[in-house]
């Protein structure tokens, strides 16, 4: 029906927005199968149900052999290096396990401190080949999983039309088909190659060392990093309590956009610690939201935001809640955030701006429903304010004494941004072609096993050569832990960040509290939604296309 009504004259003569509504809407019914015969869709079906199922078991078996993992250490001598946080944090862990001395997982917050800081290379070796084998063995052996995902994958796309999986993921993404995203790929990995291979020679320097093994690498990072400039985490953080932080986060989208955000303490919250405020422009109210920033036991740790009500023609107001989970503050002190914590809330605000602002009157198509690949330039831009001395005067300021972040504080703070910044390049994009390889070249009908295929392309972008039982795509949750997932889509991460650089640098061009600058961010892309082809939001903004080169230039490669 709803194709036949698509030939219509009356389709025909539908508005722009309404017409990209129908497109849109056609071409998911397409990509879910509406167009096969039945025995298609019963293949389709079948396929869906199979992925579903093996992926949530891949899942599982990650979750597993994760948890399966421990390293306990009783002598206190072979904790050296280990930061105190850490430390208090591995001894809670064995307590909680009812085992003595100090207890190590495979878990983040456990395994990066430990990676990072053991003087014990015997012990990050140990965690090391623990977390590359994952899930490589029984009971939890993902290999057999991942190779029928691909066929899996590779036979739904082919049944739908599509040459490859990837072309099918990303037809309505800004990438559109797997080779434009991979061309991305290639071109940002070209480019980063020579500062890749002068980083790992330093490091290797610094090291004392001819090479160095993969549980040395971050260790020796680590050290580096604090000989080169001395930045101690913990002294910024007096410069960034909470109150400020949001104060200043709220000052610089008021200056850019034009709105006013005040406290709203009429409104009802579902915590005594959650703040309620309210959105406006001039005389109108545009959204209500509400900041939830610390822990509580019946709270998911991370950070978020969540649009609880999206604006449109028949409810021009939004409402939304931007999470957080901050240290709380104590007797002595107020809520106090390190800077990646600042970056987050400013992270967050952005979500929230693009949700509140928008100004489609259709809700599919408002706010943050936009294509995969777009929908963090509104966030990841608010981040660059973060780094800037005009927007850092606005709240940066010791809470105690008043006293503005030091400029010593801020050059140190600033010259580390970029250190090793190739090697973290180079290993979001060893995902992302990996990523791509695996869901355009791969034939999973093939005699080759997909963790050898994937290896050289995992070694060209590695610090340092790859152990024999290297099985990281065992463990890739991103792309094997759901029936999509960022499946295709990993380059997205480095997509966005070039997306933000290049926007950003309008700013710098014009000034970065430019209000006419900030007007027309907000006209072509918050207030946009996806009223038009993402593509199209970025180039009236920008006055051109995505220019990748932007990227390469704030992370110091070019």
């Not at 979750?63 to 904790?79: G, I, K, M």
């Not at 096993?449 to 050569?465: C, G, K």
Request: glycine share 6%; proline share 6%; hydrophobic share 45%.
């Amino acid at each position: 029906m709803l194709h036949a009504y698509a030939a219509t004259d009356e389709a025909k003569a539908l508005d722009p927005l309404r017409k990209r509504l129908l497109d849109k809407t056609l071409a998911d019914f397409r990509r879910a199968g509406a167009e096969l015969d039945e025995a298609g869709k019963e293949r389709l079906a079948a396929i869906d149900v199979e992925l579903a199922e093996i992926t949530l078991k891949y899942s599982q078996n990650v979750l597993d052999a994760t948890n399966a993992f421990e390293l306990v250490v009783e002598d206190e001598a072979r904790v050296a290096g280990l930061p105190p946080s850490a430390k208090q944090a591995a001894r809670e862990s064995a307590e909680r396990a009812g085992k003595p001395g100090w207890r190590f997982t495979l878990q983040a917050p456990s395994y990066v401190p430990a990676i990072s800081h053991l003087d014990d290379r015997a012990l990050r070796e140990q965690l090391y080949r623990g977390f590359i084998r994952r899930a490589t063995v029984a009971p939890w052996d993902n290999r057999p999983i991942v190779r029928r995902v691909l066929a899996l994958r590779r036979e739904k796309a082919r049944l739908l039309g599509f040459a490859n999986f990837a072309d099918l993921v990303l037809e309505d993404r800004m990438a559109k088909r797997g080779a434009d995203a991979r061309a991305f790929v290639q071109r940002l990995h070209a480019r980063t190659t020579a500062a890749f291979a002068a980083e790992n020679a330093a490091l290797a320097q610094f090291a004392g060392q001819t090479e160095l093994a993969p549980w040395d690498v971050p260790y020796w990072a680590e050290k580096q990093r604090k000989a080169l400039y001395d930045l101690d985490d913990e002294a910024l953080k007096p410069y960034f309590p909470l109150e400020a932080a949001l104060g200043g986060a709220f000052a610089i989208a008021e200056r850019l956009y034009g709105v006013r955000i005040e406290a709203a303490p009429d409104l009802p919250t579902w915590n005594p610690t959650v703040r309620p405020y309210r959105l406006s422009e001039g005389d109108r109210e545009l959204a209500a939201f509400y900041v939830d920033a610390f822990p509580r036991e019946d709270k998911r740790g991370g950070a978020w935001m969540h649009g609880l009500l999206t604006a449109h023609a028949r409810r021009p107001h939004a409402v939304e809640a931007l999470v957080l989970n901050a240290t709380p503050p104590t007797a002595d002190a107020p809520a106090l955030l390190d800077h990646r914590e600042v970056e987050t809330l400013f992270h967050e605000l952005g979500h929230l701006l693009h949700h509140a602002l928008s100004e489609v009157p259709l809700r599919s198509l408002a706010g943050t429903s936009v294509a995969w690949d777009f929908v963090e330039l509104p966030s990841q831009i608010m981040e660059n304010w973060c780094w800037e001395p005009e927007a850092l005067a606005l709240f940066a300021r010791h809470h105690a004494t008043n006293e503005p972040l030091p400029a010593s504080l801020l050059d140190r703070m600033r010259r580390a941004r970029n250190f090793r910044s190739a090697n973290f390049m180079m290993r979001q994009l060893g995902f992302a072609e990996v990523d791509l390889a695996l869901h355009v070249d791969y034939d999973p009908a093939s005699d080759v096993d997909p963790f050898a295929f994937a290896r050289p392309i995992q070694e060209a972008h590695s610090p340092v050569p790859l152990l024999p039982e290297h099985g990281l795509l065992a463990s890739f949750d991103h792309l094997f832990g759901g029936a999509v997932g960022y499946a295709a889509g990993y380059y997205s991460y480095k997509w966005a960040e070039a997306l933000d650089a290049d926007a950003f640098g309008r700013f710098k061009d014009e000034g970065i509290l430019s209000a006419k600058t900030g007007a027309a961010f907000r006209k072509e892309i918050l207030a946009r939604g996806d009223a038009a082809d993402p593509a199209e939001l970025f180039r009236n903004f920008r006055g051109r296309d995505l220019d990748p080169e932007a990227l390469l230039v704030r992370s110091g490669l070019a």
